[in-house]
């Protein structure tokens, strides 16, 4: 990932930002829970402290276990928290590079005469391995709160914009499979079969390259 790209923390320009979010040096990397689990299929708890030392590490944490899983996005139920949190490390179609983390987002409602479906490819960390093709649209705007409860606003277009909706779809309960047919659904169920030996295999050894201690456990899931 260049450093020279142009990148937005917390939806604000910045100059010099490093490969990897900072918070990451202090992270760990945690189980991620697969689809089925009870705790990805609810809504999460709004988050209500803010700068505490425990919400500090959870962040690191978070940012470290999605680097390690090579993920654009990663909500808090992915790690086994019940909370309204995701951070996000991801690209738009511009190459522009968004980083940061947001508590208690909402997405701001799109006029229907405004929306614009994209259909691409889709995957997600607590599926691990496939992806399918899913409409989204081309611009999202989340509104929430900082670590400190300040709050912040983040913009998204085109695949930084489905980041966004994939994650705040997490914190409902939702993941991008139950926006699937039946058939679609069953057709990725059996792909993830096949792949997640292989896809938790890759994230164990991303943790000894990267030097993030890893918590997974032995399945890597």
């Given amino acids: 990932m260049s450093q020279q790209r142009s990148v937005r923390l917390m939806g604000r320009p910045v100059d010099g930002f ?10 760990r990397a945690l189980r991620i829970t697969v689809v089925g689990e009870e705790i990805l299929h609810r809504p999460c708890r709004a988050a209500a402290d803010f700068g505490t030392a425990e919400l500090t590490q959870l962040i690191s944490d978070m940012f470290a276990t999605m680097y390690v899983a090579k993920g654009a996005g990663l ?13 996000y490390d991801c690209l738009d179609d511009e190459g522009e590079r968004h980083v940061g983390h947001i508590l208690n987002p ?5 006029d229907a005469k405004l929306r614009s479906p994209v259909e ?3 995957g997600c960390l607590s599926v691990p391995g496939p992806r399918h093709a899913l409409a989204r649209n081309d611009k999202t705007i989340a509104r929430g709160v900082d670590s400190s409860g300040e709050a912040v606003v983040i913009e998204g277009t085109g695949f930084f914009a489905r980041c966004l909706a994939h994650e705040a779809d997490h914190l409902d309960g939702v993941l991008y499979v139950d926006r699937l047919t039946e058939a679609q ?5 059996h792909e993830m079969i096949e792949m997640r030996e292989s ?3 890759g994230r164990r050894e991303r ?6 201690p890893d ?7």
Avoid: C, K, M
Wanted: charged residues 15%; aromatic residues 6%.
């Fill in 18 to 27: 490093p490969a990897f979010a900072p918070e990451a040096a202090t992270g």
């Fill in 75 to 87: 909500a808090a139920n992915q790690v086994g928290v019940d909370l309204r949190l995701f951070v």
């Fill in 106 to 110: 909402v997405l701001d409602p799109i």
């Fill in 120 to 122: 691409a490819g889709e």
């Fill in 185 to 189: 659904r069953l057709s990725v169920h």
């Fill in 199 to 201: 896809v938790w295999a």
């Fill in 207 to 212: 943790a000894i390259a990267l030097g993030i």
């Fill in 215 to 221: 918590l997974s456990g032995v399945d890597g899931g």
